[in-house]
C-alpha cells in the first residue's frame, strides 16, 4: 500500500480517527434528536387537549391558546432540526478534509511508485462515505432509538394498540432484515463491476491517442459495455428484490395503522377512551413507525457507505503519514549516488548504481532504451525509493526530505510533459501562490519560452485543459520547461527534453541549458542526441541496469568510438539476484 515519503511512524486506523473525530457532533445530533422527538409528543396532546377541552367547552379562547402553544413547540422543532442536520453536515465536511488529503497523497503515492494504475475509484469511496454522515441519512437513525418510546406511550395509552403497534414493527425489521440479506449480494456485484467500468474508462481516456490511431475503440467499448451491463442487471436484481419487500413493508406499516386505528375506534364504542385519544393514537404509532420506513429507504446508501468505508480502511491500511522534518538549508547541487539499486515487483531495475556529480556540473545519461534512463532519474528526483542504497543531495537522502522543500530546489521535466488545468502561468508556478509575476516571467526567459507564451490567446494567463488552449507537444515541452527553472533550482534533472522540439527549439533548449549551468545548477539530462550534451561535463552510459562507463564527456565519447582513452571505470555490477536480497 502507499507510504508517504518521509513517514517516520506508523498512522493506522486513519479513517476511524477521522470518523471518531465527529463524537462531539454525534453526541449533540443525539441530543437535538431527544428535543425533537420530545416535542413532537406535543401533537397527540394537542389533539387529545382539543378533544377535552376545546369541544366540550366550546371555548375558543382555549383552543387559541392551545394552538399557538402547538405552533410554538413545532417550530422550536424544526429549527432544532435544522440545527441536528447542520451538525450532522459539518461532520461530513470535517470528516471530508480530515482524510481526503491523506487519500489523495496515498493514491498519488501509488500511482507514483507503480503499485496501482490511476483511478479515482478511493475518491468516489470517500465521496460514498461522506454522503452517507451527512444529515439527511444520518439524522433518520437518530429516530429509530425512539421508536420503543412511542410504543411504550401507545401501551402506556391502551395495551392492544400498543401490542399490535409492537407486532407491526418487529415486522417491519423482520422485513428489512430480510430485503437486506436478498439485495446485498447483486448490490456488491453491481458496484464490483461499475467500478471496473470506471478503470476501464479511465484507462481508455488515458490513452485515447493510441486508442483511435489502432481502432481499439470498438473492442473497449465492447468489454466496458459488458462490464457496465453487468453493473446495470446486478444493479436491477437488487432493484426488483427491493421493490417486493419495500411493498412488503408498505402494507405491514398500513395495516398496522389500520389495525390501531379500528382498535381505537372499537375502545370509543364501548368508551374504554375518548376521540381524542384515537388520533394520538393514530399521530403516534405513524411516528413509531416512519423512522423504521425511512430507514428502509437509506439502507442501500448506507450498505454502500459500509462498503466504501471497508475499501477506504483496506487502501489507508499502510499509509504512513509524512512526519514533520527538520528544514535543512538551500541545497548547493552536490548529489551522489551510493551503491543504489532498485526494484519493481522484485524485479530489479538499476543494480550497484555509484557516482558523485559534483554541485555545477552537468551530467549526460547516455544508453540503449529501457536500459533504465529514466528509471535512474526518477530515483534520483526523489520520485522513487531504492531497494538499498542511497540518492543524496548535499549529503542528505533526497526520499526522506520534506517534498515541499525539496520541490522547490529541484527542477524536474519527464519524458511526457503534463500540463494541468488552469493558466500558463498557474503551470510555471507549479500553483504556488507565493511566486510572483516576476519569478514566473523569468523561468519563461531563463527557458526561452516567454516569445511563445506571449503569443499566446491571452499570454501568461491563457487557459490550458478543458475549455482551454490545446498545446502542442513541442509548447507544451518548452512551458514544462520553464516550469522546471523556476526559481533557478540547485538540481535540474530532465528526461529526453529536446523529444518533441524543432531545431529553434533544441537551440532555445542549448541555451537555457547553458544559462542553468553558468548559474551554478547541477544539471542531469537524459537524451539519445550527443548534440544536447555538449556542454555535459560527464557521461554516464547505463546499459541493462547497469553502470557501463562513467567519465569525463570528451573520454566516453571517445571510447563508444572506438578509442580507448583513460576512463574512470564503473564499479562492478552486483548480480542481480545479491541486489535483490540486500
Known sequence: MAQAQGGQGAEPGLVDRAL????????????????????YLALPIYTQQVFVRVLSSNSAATLMVLTLAAVFLFAVSGFIEAQRDRVLDAFSADFDS????????????????????????????????????????????????????????????DPWVGFVAFVGTVLLLIFAFAQDRASRPANKLATDAAIRSYAVTEAMLRNSEAVRAM?????????????????????LVAAHVGYVWNAAIRFVRMATQILIIG?????????????????ANMILSSRALAPIERGVGAWGQVVNAGLAH???????ADYKVPATATQLPAARGDLSVET?????????????????????????????????KSTLLRVLAGVWKPLNGVVRLDGADVYTWDRGVLGRQIGYLPQDTELFDGTVRDNIARFDLDVTDEEVVAAAQAANAHDLIVRLPAGYDTLLGPGGVVLSAGQRQRVGLARALLRNPSLIILDEPNANLDQVGEEA????????????????????????????????????????????????????????PTVAPAPAAVPAGKAASA
Do not use: C
Not at 541549458?513 to 547505463?542: E, W
Open 20 to 39: 471518531r473525530s465527529g463524537r462531539r457532533a454525534v453526541i449533540y445530533a443525539a441530543i437535538f434528536s431527544f428535543v425533537i422527538n420530545a416535542l
Open 310 to 316: 471497508e475499501r477506504l480502511k483496506a487502501f489507508l
Open 263 to 279: 382498535i381505537g375506534a372499537y375502545l370509543i364504542i364501548i368508551g374504554d377512551i375518548g376521540p381524542g385519544m384515537l388520533f
Open 340 to 372: 543504489m539499486n532498485f526494484a519493481i515487483n522484485g524485479q530489479i531495475l538499476l543494480a550497484a548504481i555509484n557516482f558523485r556529480l559534483p554541485a555545477g556540473e552537468f551530467l549526460g545519461v547516455i544508453g540503449p532504451s529501457g536500459s533504465g
Open 509 to 564: 533548449l542549448l541555451t537555457a541549458l547553458a544559462g542553468a549551468k553558468a548559474r551554478g545548477a547541477t544539471i542531469v539530462v537524459v537524451s539519445h542526441k550527443p548534440s544536447l550534451l555538449r556542454d555535459a561535463d560527464k557521461l554516464i552510459v547505463i546499459k541493462a541496469g547497469r553502470m557501463d562507463l562513467f567519465g569525463p564527456r570528451d573520454a566516453v565519447m571517445a571510447r563508444l568510438s572506438g578509442a580507448q
Open 98 to 157: 480530515r482524510l481526503g488529503p491523506s487519500v489523495l497523497a496515498a493514491l498519488h503515492d501509488d500511482v507514483t511508485a507503480q503499485r496501482r494504475p490511476a483511478s479515482a475509484q478511493v475518491l468516489r469511496d470517500l465521496d460514498t462515505v461522506r454522503a452517507a454522515i451527512g444529515g439527511r441519512v444520518l439524522g433518520v437513525f437518530f429516530d429509530l432509538p425512539w421508536t420503543p418510546i412511542f410504543l411504550i406511550v401507545l401501551t402506556v395509552i
Open 215 to 235: 481502432g481499439m475503440l470498438p473492442n473497449l467499448a465492447r468489454r466496458w459495455a459488458g462490464l457496465r451491463g453487468r453493473s446495470r442487471d446486478s444493479a
